[in-house]
């Protein structure tokens, strides 16, 4: 299961939003973390801009 993004995404340039493995927004109070489904150390330290488990998630078609 899977939870739709927030909004305005944390950490825009994360490659976790792009990713198909999908993320996890988890919101508490004050701010939103990116938990991994793949990754052991769940919340990896954001933004993430390289990670070996990285697939890009297919293209959306247009309105998306």
């Not at 990713?19 to 990754?39: E, N």
């Amino acid at each position: 299961m899977t939870t739709p993004p927030p909004d305005a995404l944390p950490f825009p340039e994360s490659l976790c939003h792009r990713c198909a493995a999908p993320p996890r927004y988890v919101q508490s109070r004050t701010t939103t973390f990116i938990m991994c489904p793949l990754l052991p150390q769940k919340y990896p330290p954001q933004p993430v801009r390289a990670c070996a488990l990285f697939r890009p998630a297919e293209a959306r078609g247009p309105g998306a």
